[in-house]
């Protein structure tokens, strides 16, 4: 199936071929500084909230090129990572290979976690359950493979502030002033094309764009979703730069507007 023309992606052997497509650029240029919300204010903030792992068995859904997989492994905790992007885990096992911590890495689906219920300690998934098709299903998933009294902390964008609409306006000089919010409703699937604006732009322009179908749900959907599984929603936080981290990387100020990001932790 070409990748390029179309405008929605709502089946999931689909949603992972995109997700292979803009996993080699995606790495390199996350690798390089590109993903500055993820490196100066949402994995600190994230690993922040995360309850003790050191000695726990955890499993990182949608582990990416496997930068946070580390972070949480780094805790003390025996990993497992999933993703359903061969070139990503590829990407994260060779990082794995030449300074192991430890981690397992396994091809598959958050809609179908290759795993027995109630296995693991704990779950973690940073930035991955707003991209997939049906996310209530990936919720169930990752509740049924935890043991009783274990947690699930995840990251997604946030749903009330960051639909298609919003736009960050800023002054001459770079400082963000306000955040425009516009009606934007997208078809479930809907594919945004953008690229990590903080990546070194020789850099950066040498790859396409990626190309991330979005699933747009409420706030209240998320909070009625992680209810829904059985889970206890335990905390929540809104990562919002401090007044030195946006003095520092003035990109991530506009979070002190409304924030980008919302995290969720839930316990069985
Ligand atoms: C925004 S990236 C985040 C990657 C990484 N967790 C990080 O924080 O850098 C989303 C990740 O979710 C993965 N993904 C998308 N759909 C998935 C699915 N159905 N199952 C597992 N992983 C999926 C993508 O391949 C990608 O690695």
Known sequence: MPLGGEAVATDPAQVARLWEANAVAWTALSRAGGDIYRDHLNTPAFLRLLPPVAGLRGLDIGCGEGTNTRAVAALGARLMALDVAPSFLAAAAATEAADPRGIRF?????????????CFDFATSFMCLMDVPRPEQALAEAARILRPGGFLQFSILHP??????????????????????????L??????????SGAPAALRDAYPPFQVPRFDRSLAWWLNAVAGT?????AAEEPVADPETAARVPTVADTRIAPLFLILLARK
């Not at 059985?230 to 335990?234: D, E, H, K, V």
């Open 106 to 118: 396994v091809r598959g689906s958050a809609l179908s976690l290759p795993f027995p219920d109630g």
């Open 187 to 196: 078809p479930d699937g809907a594919i945004e094309r953008w690229r990590f």
């Open 230 to 234: 059985g889970l206890r929603l335990a």
């Open 160 to 185: 009330s502030f960051t639909g298609a609409g919003r736009r960050v306006l800023r002054d001459e000089t770079g400082h963000a002033y306000a955040i425009e919010l516009r009606e934007a409703s």
